[in-house]
């Protein structure tokens, strides 16, 4: 039995926990924060109830494998539902287009009705990760891997000159499909010209698998997971900030905390490594993708019929997500702003004929630094700075014997489903008692 201490009780730090503990380990979490989830919460005010962070998620077979692997099934815990469909897209010329998930007809069907021919042109592209997607599945997302061992297939992938801006030029002549592949790296922060064009496998996750929430917020599986944390016997220390890893004779012996130093054989670092100095010089020539301007606003009266999402295109680009919880007869949206934003954003949104100011009843405003501060970090992860950035990130193993490395910091993508990946690969790799 190894004594572990997990540094973050985010969704990946739970997630590591949870695994290694079902394995048989003693497990330590330090949070800094009086709660558990990280992003993963809410936020509440007036009876209304906000997903702090992500609503949806990708690949919902890493949620549901994580669930079996530590415990009681997800279905027994939690519900989780469909999105139909995934998101709306608003372009500034008055067209629209709702992107169905799960299935390749419907998306064709949904883009010929957006002009003919454009159907074909964009399940086309969907199709072209397919290999892509195989080729990291088996030899990367789900296999332990060290940067200087990568199988060849996976190296020419992540070594590729293509960026996500050129493919996506010389794919689509519409620059309106060209918007819908780009949201979401643009909803994160990043400049396409800057991204990969393989992480543009995220369109095909989307068609072959969907997205999926949990009624009332995805929130609600950060909380189960908390109570996973007392089912399996982690010992949870809630407002301890972990202020390094200690590291003697080469290897991680413990982590220092302002109570003193709590010992461990194996450490997991599941917050941005900078927080921590032992591994800042590891990840210096990264950057953290920082969140978007984020409005909760608690509305009443007569409202529009939207879906889950609607991206509005412009400058800024706006997001409305309708998934919060309210009083009876009311709603609880949440507005997302990336972009030139020289105004308030509901005055924005009200630019988009969706003015529901004078609907507000409770308001709360995030800034993009209000946010990183709550977390200590970006939820996002790494800033994506050309083909390079994917091996300058840590995970699952790092530089420093004894330390492991899980979350968005640790994969080459933000989202549950790459942060569940690396809490599992961790897991295999320190293997059971």
Known sequence: MARVVVVGGGFGGLAAAARLAKLGHEVTLLERSAALGGALSSVSAGGFTWDAGPSATLLPAVVRDLFRKSGRPLERELELTPLDPLREHRFEDGTSVRLPGGSRAAQLAAFDELGPGLGQRWVDHVASYTEVWEVLR??????????????????????????LHRRLRRTFKDERLRMVAAHPFLADGHQLRDVP????????????????????????????????????????RLGVPALDVVVREGRAVAVATAGGEVDADLVVCAVDPRQLPALADHVARTMPA????????GLEGDLPELPPEVVLHGDPTLVVRTGGTAPPGAAAWTVHARGRLAEDVLRALARHRLDVRAHVVERLDRSPRDLVEAWAGSPLGVLWQGRGTVRRRLGPTTPVPGVYAVGAHATPGSGLPFVGLSAALVAQLVGPT
Request: proline share 9%; net charge negative; hydrophobic share 50%.
């Open 138 to 163: 088996r030899n990367y997302f789900e296999v332990p891997w060290t940067p200087a061992a990568l199988p060849p297939e996976v190296a020419a992938l992540l070594d590729s000159r293509e960026m």
């Open 197 to 236: 064009a393989w992480a543009g496998l995220t369109a095909y996750l989307e068609q072959r698998f969907g997205a999926w929430t949990v009624p009332g917020g995805l929130a609600a599986l950060g909380r189960v997971l908390g109570e996973r944390m007392v089912t399996r016997g982690v010992e949870v």
């Open 290 to 297: 920082i969140p978007p301007v984020v409005a909760h606003v």
